[in-house]
Structure formats: structure tokens, C-alpha cells
């Protein structure tokens, strides 16, 4: 497996070389020792602390981990949101970590889908303008826009209320609206955090069950949550704990929960 021996400097050549080895092994995360440090006046929050970690296409995987132990900020660096002090981190052979913020824009909308746990819907506009959003920033012509929008929507049942603005949906419909603005593009990955957290238990299983379906077909699943009957639904658990992994285990299919 192509990786990096401790305390070796990579060459620019040999970082494009391991990228491309990476892409071909089908791993679509890769980190190197990743790091995170927040600066508050004299001190120094290690809010991810040397992380590496390896997911392939079509995994599906639970981050948990207690309040502050650093989840967001690892989702938020693996989803091109913000950039690492120290460390590679290579997104889909490509090495994120070195990206400027234009370009770190570009291959956030190309490769990643997004859910949050609020949802961070548009009020104003209808399930199928939220939708269309991502590919409007991506340029994409208005006609293969509505077509694609329509397309997303579909797969997660939401075709009868298009024209329904967030507060004409119910919760686990918006959370279904966000998902399918998530898929749009097309992304190598769906990142959530929380994406429960905001539902009623019965809403929140709806949910899983789309998550587990996305996830059968063919879809990259990283997901943040601190509820161990989430973390059930997923293939693999990884632990992190003050900023680092504290296991990484895979979830036997005889434990799995399913909502299918
Ligand atoms: N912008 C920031 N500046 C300084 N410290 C920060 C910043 N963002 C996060 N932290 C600190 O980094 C650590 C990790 O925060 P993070 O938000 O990643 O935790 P989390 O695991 O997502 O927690 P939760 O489960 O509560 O959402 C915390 O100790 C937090 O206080
Ligand atoms: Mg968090």
C-alpha cells in the first residue's frame, strides 16, 4: 500500500507519485499525520493530533468520540473546509493539504457532499432550488441543472414536494433535501456531521435507512456522531479521542443495524 516511512520528506515529485498511486488503490481519504493547532493566547489547542487514516470508495464509516475530542475539525479538514499546521492530507489522489483557497474551493464542490446537522437550507427558496445550488456555482447550463436537480430529489424520494420550501417540509424531509443537494454533483464522498442530531428518533431512522441506501449504491459515507445506534448503521467505526484515533474497528455484519 503506498504510504510514507517515518520522518521521510517527500520530493514534489515523489507527493504526486503517491497521490497517484492512492487513486489507483481506490482510497479516496488519505491522511499523514495530520495536524490542527489553535493558537488562544499562550496556548496551543491540538484539536487534531496527528491523524492517519485510509478510506476506500464505497465505505461506509462512523467518526465518534466525545464532546471536543476533535471531530469536527478532522471532518472539516477532510471535507476542504479548512487546512491542516502539519501533515498531508490527499483527497481522491489529489494532495488537498497543499491547496490554496481557490483552487481547495474547487475540488471541495467537485469532490465533496456536504450535511450538516441543521441542515442549512435556503428559507426562502423551494427543495428544488436548494438543489440546484451547488450546480449553479459550478456553472452547470440551467436546463441539465432542473434535469439534475429532479434527478437528485428522486433518489431521495422527494419528488412530490419540489416546490416546497423548507418550512412546508418536515424535518426529515429538509434533512432528505439537503442529502439530495449533497448528491448533486456527483461527489466522491457524502461527509455528514450529526445528520440526526437535529430529528426525533423515528425521523432519525428514516434518515439511516437513506444513509444505508445512498451507501448500497455505490456512495463514500463518513460520518460524525455520538450516538453508539448510529455508529451501528456504518461498516466501520473510527475512535477519536483528544484528537487522536483512539481505535479503528471494523463493525461485524452481525452487529449492523438496519432500517432497509
Ligand atoms: N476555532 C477554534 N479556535 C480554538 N479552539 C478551537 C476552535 N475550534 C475548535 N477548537 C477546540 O478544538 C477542540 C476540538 O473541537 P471540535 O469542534 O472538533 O470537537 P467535536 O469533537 O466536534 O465536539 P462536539 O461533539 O461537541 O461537536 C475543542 O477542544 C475545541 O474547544
Ligand atoms: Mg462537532
Redo the contacts with the bound molecule.
Sequence with gaps: MATIAPGQELTSQQREELGRELQSEGIVIRTFDLW?T?I?GDQE?H??SGVDIVIRRGEYVAIM????????????LIGCLDTPTKGLYYLNGKLASDMEDDELARIRNKEIGFVFQTFNLLARASALHNVELPLIYAGMPTEERIERAKQALTAVDLTSRMYHKPNELSGGQRQRVAIARALVNHPSILLA??PTGALDTATGKEIMGLFERLHSEGNTIVL?T?EPDIAAHAHRVIH?RD?KVERDEAVPESDRVSFR
Excluded at 468520540?65 to 472539516?76: A, V
Aim: hydrophobic share 35%; proline share 4%; no cysteine.
Design positions: 490542527k489553535y488562544m489547542i484539536a487534531v468520540g466525545p464532546s471536543g475530542s476533535g471531530k469536527s475539525t478532522l471532518m472539516n456531521d450529526e460524525v455520538h477519536i484528537g
